[in-house]
């Protein structure tokens, strides 16, 4: 599961409707700090109390952060 969260890319979706997923914004050069963005997932899932957006999303940035 988490490496199919990790790899999604909206964008190669087959919905002709393709929202913008993302809570924070790619840098000029169009590359997505993942860090900052699970992040403000984690933020906005506890904000609303997601309880399991949260344990996924907090599980996604711990693995994000051993990458490091």
Same mark, same amino acid.
């Given at each position: 599961?988490?490496?199919?969260?990790?790899?999604?890319?909206?964008?190669?979706?087959?919905? *002709?409707?393709?929202?913008?997923?993302?809570? /924070?914004?790619?840098?000029?050069?169009?590359?997505?700090?993942? +860090?900052?963005?699970?992040?403000?997932?984690?933020? *906005?899932?506890?904000?609303?109390?997601?309880? /399991?957006?949260?344990?996924?999303?907090?599980?996604?940035?711990? +693995?994000?952060?051993?990458?490091?």
């Amino acid at each position: 599961m988490n490496h199919g969260i990790l790899t999604f890319d909206p964008s190669e979706s087959p919905q *002709r409707i393709k929202p913008n997923i993302f809570l /924070t914004q790619p840098d000029r050069d169009g590359r997505m700090d993942w +860090i900052a963005e699970y992040e403000a997932r984690v933020n *906005r899932d506890l904000k609303i109390g997601n309880t /399991t957006g949260y344990l996924n999303n907090m599980c996604i940035l711990n +693995i994000l952060k051993q990458l490091l």
